[in-house]
């Protein structure tokens, strides 16, 4: 095995009385692509708010290459080489998309809080912009208000913002929700192009998406992980098949073609 | 038809009444809080100098200059009034009254001493007529400025000589405001009582917020339990009324000697509580012996404005000491007027008023006065009015203070 | 001895007063989360109604319709001002009631005057109900006292044993769940505000004559009555109850302590006649209440009982 | 794919546009600014217009707060009070010093050190308070503000207790020949840190921290997931904001030569708030027309009628209510309109929409003036253009009520018929 990227050591969260999350241990190697599928309510939005630190754990403990960020807060975890997306848009509404786009980028490049430059200037900031924004193909569309745009592009806006800071480690919730058919296909081909050399996390529905860009998937059930593995070997499972009834299972059978 | 033969008629009117306007010569301005919380006590002076200036005007006017009265709201900001103040002295006034705060007083005081320094020719004379800060008249006087009320010093200085001539005072609390004039009252009393008789005790001394206490009962249990006899305070307006009102609910029945007693509302919130234990003192009262003319004047003023009753009757006083300076100099220029007011002295309704030529302070007799239901004219349009207490009367001489004053003269 | 009797009593009495204007405002706030900045001119309103109905008839009326007649006025401006800029967010809405509480102030002295009215207490509670340490305690106090306490003792039935209650009480802790009960949201929002302008009213009926009804009333009140919202903790009854009794209390002994901070901290060599050595506790009173504001925002945004954040 | 179509380096606008937009703008408003001396405006005029300097930097600091940070702050006053009392007390150092540092310094320079007087209370009164968004930052501003009006009560060395600290502005030596004695002179003090302020907060808004701040406005959650405190954020936004309510309180101090508590008070707080939101949050230059409208209705429409905070109230009630863009939304919505291809449909929908709008701006003028004239008691009648209208009259009723429903029934008339278009 490489190093590996992304690492959960018995991750418990509690909310109250109920448990949510209950000792998840995952480990995701550097470059691995990696899919969290899972019944509804099983907690898998949770798994990634308490991995990007929206959420404090109740026990256990994340490492990111190596270093602990299960305390940290969400924008030291971002700054130390990991971006999510959200399941809802959760974009600037009120910004135009080029801005969205270039907010994700001033921290890579250094800029943090400084007050006396122009953004408008710096030279290295419009170039990555723009180079984002055509590699999710969103440059014709860069000036409109981002609160504008129509759902599928607000949902690609939120990929190009995810990697807009340049994260190693990417984590997506659900990023074709609500898509068609030919919608999704083009989000994949963007994820796939996006998350080229880096390590990918993905909550996803769409199991054909699932099953065509995964390298390995890990099923979340009642906040325990029952089953992880690549591809073929969770469709086999019968664990698996338990946890998901009727149409799901089928839909999991059927995902390979 | 009859509307539009209305209209024809009602815009001749106003041609005429801006034809008779446009015939002033003198424009005077009065700067205080018209609207707001605070607008009630300005209003109830401007009516007064209304009613004072339309008399005048009916009179011949100022020196034979017809005079316009312009008022301008200042919200009792400071800034506010300097605004108001530039307003009007580039519309030509040259005569400003003003009184309500004594921060908008020095405001003005300054601005317009910088006025005049900054530009010779166009001076301008500030005439304050309620604001009662001693500094005023003493290290911070100018030739600028003339008061025609009796400073806080003068007023306290009345009170204590009344607490002593009734002799059945031992303990006094002070109770008063907590900013610059409630301090120079708490230590006006402290030391005139110290310096006048030393038996009588200060049991209390106390400044609360200004205008941000709603119920002062706590306050009249310590009053109650130090066993004071009777409470001085220079309090007004709201904390005026409050004070008062809580002591009587508490049943707290010793006087209460007050600057401003006389506030609009204060006799009508006590009702008849107020009888023999609200006091005042001021320059002079509705209910005091006088000519049928005053008394026909304070029926006019009531008349007129229905909401106020006559109490600033310094109001009038002024305008006639403006009028005979004016003569005396045979202008109405406000640096001949300022040296005409200068130890003028004309014979007001309840006695002669001086302006003292050193400080600019007015010297007037006081009259010390509680509410009572057996007078000619009541207040707040209720039958209860103020009247005068037995040796309540200080004349003008023994309500004299002395000043510091160096007046610095152009 | 004398003085924490009386600063008890007293402070009880602000307190509860303060309940009765605050609880409608913790109704409004955490159902529909506009911090209504013109609560305090429902209050105005309802003393200066009370005032006209009692010279037209009398005070038990006034009583019973200047409440009922705030109340209207409330629910009126609910549902022609503020349904119409709840779509533009809680800023817009927190801005309208701002502009609301100008345009009050301002017609109330279009009717009434700029000067106080003489709403006075009625005969019939006008006189002295005991002496204690030879100080008169006015029967009307006490009527305060039961007023509120009745008003008290409603709400809680109100809300704890009927279905309505049930309804806003769910409401209150989870604001969006209404609409899924089935309930029609904007006829609840506008009963709930009407209640709480109500309420308001009632305040403003007992308190306008216990203190002073003049145009500035509100103006000196609305403040006070945030910071007993905020700190009593959003959607909690309680909380604010709590909030009230406590501001009351603490406003109303701190005036009795002379002691100033010199001292408090003159073994640190303060002296009385410097500037902050002769700042007494009395004087800082009208402060304590604000100081408690910024502290708990800071400290436990939540508010002493509440459980969701400001 | 359009892949090579577009140089990704050249998204942003042309040259020409941004000349266009982000500096055309400032070269006419420094134009009008130069300008306006020319047309010999009188002593009332300039002290208005250094009012409208003043406030024009105060509402567009206040706006870095609730426009561009969405921060809703009830005591921004402190700050300009502060930055303000701090230069008062300069201005009396520098005329009480016998050269040295005091005395060599040009009162010129007031509005540096209320920046950064305003910078440091924003640095300590923020610390605590920007941990909060939202309600909970409204009321802690609130209940600052109460606290600091309340405290500069109690000390009377610092702030003057009520009638405040004044300085005299031509203490010091002149500076490019100014004296500052005459309003004429304080007139190129205002119009220049007038000048400097604008453009120097335009500027801010293009900043890396600038365009975050607006970032944590639109989703402040999300602001944590780029890298960045959201707190961090609005923290030095906050010190931004109070350094430029300082530096118009420096302004301040120079025109007016006088601090008092009240100037930290609620009230100008509101004012403040007020002529931001009327003038337009969402537009850079909003609030500077907002500041120039409230200054000088503030100032002038007293002189009119009694009812001003009446007409005041109303107007802000209805900006909130039906123009939540203010007076820039409508002014650029106009621009917008005259230069869209179906103008005339737009002008039509206008055309009813203001007759329908002067129209109940007629009764309601009756209304208040009629109300307040009946209020006073002074048996004065209402005489627009020589008509008698007495409270009594049923002229008067008919004239308040009749355009009242006029209007309404036009305003109605106008969003149905153009609802589908």
Redesign the interface.
């Known amino acids: 095995m490489t190093q590996s990227a992304l690492k959960l050591i018995n991750v418990h969260k509690s909310f109250g009385p109920a448990k949510i999350i209950q000792g998840v241990d995952l480990d995701i190697a550097k470059g691995e692509k990696h899919a969290i599928i899972g019944p509804n309510g099983a907690g898998k939005s949770t798994l990634f708010n308490l991995v ?3 959420y404090s754990l109740s026990d256990g403990e994340v490492q990111l290459n190596g270093k602990t960020i299960s305390g940290k ?3 030291e975890i ?2 130390m080489g990991l ?2 997306s ?1 399941q809802v848009s ?6 135009s998309v ?2 969205n786009v ?3 980028v ?3 490049l250094g ?10 200037n ?2 290295e900031v ?2 990555k ?3 984002i ?2 590699e999710v ?1 969103l ?2 569309k ?2 409109l208000p981002a609160a504008l745009l129509p759902y599928a592009d607000q949902r690609t806006l939120e990929i190009a ?2 990697i ?2 340049g994260a190693e480690v990417i984590m997506l919730d659900e990023p074709t929700a609500g898509m068609s058919h030919s919608e999704t296909d083009r989000a994949v081909a963007l994820i796939e192009k996006a998350s080229k050399g880096k390590t990918l996390l993905i909550v996803e529905h769409d199991m054909g998406v699932v099953f065509g860009l995964a390298d390995r998937i890990s099923v979340l059930v009642y906040g325990e992980i029952i089953a992880t593995g690549k591809p073929e070997e969770i469709r086999g499972d019968p664990k698996v098949r338990e946890a998901y009834l009727g149409e799901e299972a089928d839909e999991i059978e059927g995902a390979s073609a | 038809m009859t509307n539009i033969k209305r209209a024809v008629l009602a815009a001749t009117v106003s041609v005429v009444a801006l034809a008779s306007a446009a015939t002033a010569d003198v424009k005077i301005a009065f700067i205080d809080p018209l609207s707001g919380p605070f607008g009630p006590s300005g209003d109830a002076a401007f009516t007064s100098y209304k009613l004072a200036f339309e008399k005048l005007n009916a009179a011949g006017g100022l020196n034979g200059e017809q005079v316009e009265l312009t008022g301008y709201d200042n919200k009792i900001s400071p800034k506010e009034s300097l605004v108001q103040l530039q307003k009007a002295i580039d519309s030509g006034v040259r005569y400003v009254f003003q009184g309500n705060g004594s921060s908008v007083s020095a405001a003005i005081i300054d601005a317009v001493s910088k006025h005049n320094a900054r530009n010779p020719g166009e001076e301008v004379l500030f005439l304050n007529y309620a604001a009662v800060t001693p500094a005023f008249t003493n290290e911070a006087c100018s030739f600028w400025h003339f008061r025609f009320d009796a400073h806080a010093d003068m007023k306290m200085n009345a009170i204590t000589d009344y607490i002593l001539a009734r002799g059945d005072i031992n303990k006094v609390y002070l109770i008063g405001q907590d900013y610059v004039f409630g301090e120079a009252v708490a230590a006006a009393a402290v030391k005139q009582l110290g310096e006048k008789n030393s038996a009588i005790e200060i049991v209390g001394n106390e400044l609360h917020p200004l205008g941000k206490v709603k119920d002062f009962t706590p306050y009249i249990q310590k009053i109650q339990s130090s066993g004071a006899q009777a409470v001085i305070t220079g309090n007004w307006g709201q904390d005026m009324v409050l004070l008062v009102k809580a002591a009587a609910d508490s049943g707290l029945t010793i006087p209460f000697l007050t600057f401003y007693g006389g506030s609009v509302g204060a006799v009508a919130a006590l009702g008849e509580g107020a009888m023999g234990t609200l006091y005042q003192v001021n320059e002079g009262i509705t209910n005091l012996e006088a000519s049928p003319e005053q008394y026909a004047l304070i029926e006019e003023y009531k008349d007129r404005f229905p909401d106020y009753d006559y109490y600033y009757h310094r109001a009038f006083l002024a305008v006639d000491m403006l009028k005979a300076a004016a003569e005396k100099a045979g202008s109405t220029d406000p640096i001949a007027v300022a040296n005409a007011l200068e130890g003028l002295s004309i014979n007001g309704a309840y006695g002669p008023i001086t302006m003292r030529a050193e400080d600019h302070q007015a010297q007037q007799n006081l009259y010390i006065s509680t509410v009572s239901d057996d007078v000619k004219y009541g207040v707040d349009n209720i039958k209860l009015g103020w009247k005068l207490v037995d040796g309540g009367s200080v004349s003008a001489a023994s309500a004299e203070e002395p000043t510091t004053c160096k007046m610095e003269r152009p | 001895m004398e003085t924490i009797v009386f600063s008890l009593l007293n402070g009880t009495i602000y307190g509860l007063l303060l309940f009765m204007l605050s609880s409608g405002l913790t109704l409004i706030f955490s159902m529909m989360g506009v911090l209504n900045f013109a609560h305090a001119s429902f209050y105005m309103l309802g003393a200066y109604c009370a005032y006209t109905i009692m010279g037209v008839t009398n005070f038990w009326l006034a009583l019973l319709l200047a409440p009922i007649l705030v109340g209207a006025v409330g629910m009126g401006v609910e549902r022609w001002g503020l349904r119409k800029v709840h779509a533009n967010g809680h800023v817009a809405e927190l801005l309208f009631t701002f502009g609301l509480a100008y345009l009050i102030d301002e017609v109330v002295k279009i009717i009434w005057g700029r000067t106080s009215v003489n709403y006075k207490v009625p005969e019939s509670l006008d006189f002295t109900l005991f002496t204690l340490y030879g100080s008169n305690y006015p029967a009307y106090r006490i009527f305060i006292l039961f007023v509120s306490i009745f008003m008290l003792v409603s709400l809680w039935y109100l809300l704890k044993k009927t279905r309505v209650g049930l309804i806003i009480q769910a409401a209150l802790t989870h604001p969006h769940m209404v609409g899924h009960l089935g309930h029609n949201v904007p006829l609840v929002f506008m009963g709930v505000f009407g209640a709480g302008c109500a309420l308001a009213g009632l305040a403003g009926v007992i308190g306008g004559n216990y203190f002073i009804t003049d145009p500035a009333m509100a103006v000196q009140m609305g403040p006070i009555v945030f910071v007993v919202v905020v700190v009593g903790g959003l959607g909690s009854l309680e909380g604010a109850f709590v909030a009230a009794m406590l501001i009351g209390i603490l406003q109303t002994s701190a005036v009795s302590i002379n002691a100033s901070f010199a001292d408090i901290f003159g073994f640190l060599g303060m002296t009385a006649t410097s500037e902050v050595g002769g700042i007494t506790i009395a004087s800082l009173a009208p402060m304590l209440p604000f100081l408690m504001l910024v502290l708990i925002l800071i400290v436990k945004p939540t508010g002493l009982m509440g459980d969701r954040e400001v | 794919m359009t892949e090579v179509s577009i140089n990704p380096a050249a998204l942003g606008p042309t040259a020409s546009a941004k000349f266009r937009e982000r500096v055309l703008p400032f070269i006419l408003f420094g134009m009008v600014l130069v300008a306006i001396p020319f047309f010999g405006p009188s002593r009332t005029t300039m002290t208005l217009l250094n009012h409208i300097g003043i406030n024009i930097v105060f509402a567009l600091s206040y706006n870095m707060l609730l426009g561009r940070a969405g921060l809703l702050s009830f005591g921004h006053a402190v700050y300009l009070g502060l930055g303000g009392y701090f230069c008062v007390h300069i201005l009396n150092w520098i005329d009480a010093a016998d050269g040295g540092f005091w005395g060599n310094l040009p009162v010129f320079s007031m509005p540096i050190f209320g920046f950064a007087m305003g910078a440091a209370a924003g640095a300590v009164i923020g610390w605590p308070s920007c941990k909060r968004a939202g309600t909970a930052f409204a009321m802690i501003s609130l209940g600052v503000a109460e606290l600091m009006s309340a405290g500069a009560f109690m000390f009377d060395s610092l702030f003057g207790g009520e009638m405040g600290i004044s300085g005299d502005r031509m203490a010091g030596p002149d500076f490019l020949g100014l004296s500052l004695g005459p309003l004429a002179d304080v007139y190129w003090f205002i119009a220049f840190w007038t000048f400097f302020g604008v453009v120097a907060m335009f500027a801010f808004t293009r900043t890396p921290l600038g365009k975050l701040s607006e970032a944590t406005r639109d989703n402040p959650e999300r602001v944590q997931f780029i890298g960045y405190n959201p707190t961090r954020v609005r923290y030095l936004v906050f010190i931004f904001a109070g350094a430029f309510a300082g530096m118009a309180g420096g302004m301040s101090s120079v025109q007016d030569e006088i601090f008092t508590p009240e100037n930290l008070s609620l009230i100008p707080s509101g004012a403040i708030l007020i002529a931001a939101y009327v003038g337009g949050i969402r537009y850079f230059s909003g609030p500077i027309m907002g500041a120039i409208v409230m200054t000088y209705m503030g100032s002038n429409l007293s002189d009119y009628t009694a009812g001003w905070l009446l007409y005041l109230g109303l107007m802000f009630i209805c900006v909130v209510m039906f123009v939540p863009d203010g007076i820039a939304g409508l002014v650029f919505g106009f621009w917008r309109g005259v230069r869209s291809p179906n103008r005339s449909e737009v002008f039509g929908k206008w055309a009813w929409q203001v007759s329908g709008v002067v129209l109940m701006i007629v009764s309601i003028i009756i209304i208040v003036e009629v109300a307040f004239r009946w209020s006073d008691g002074y048996g004065e009648v209402f005489e627009p253009f020589g008509l008698a209208l007495s409270h009594t009259s049923i002229l008067t009723w008919i004239l308040a009520f009749v355009p009242l429903a006029a209007g309404v029934v036009l305003m109605r008339h106008a969003a149905a018929k153009y609802e589908e278009a």
């Open positions: 990007s630190g929206l807060r969400p924008f971002n700054r971006s999510r959200f959760n974009i600037f509404s009120n910004m080029r801005e270039r907010c994700g001033l921290w890579s800029y943090g809080y400084s007050f006396w430059r122009n953004v408008g710096l030279k419009q170039e912009t723009g180079h924004l055509n193909g440059l014709e860069a000036n913002i995810t807009a800071g």
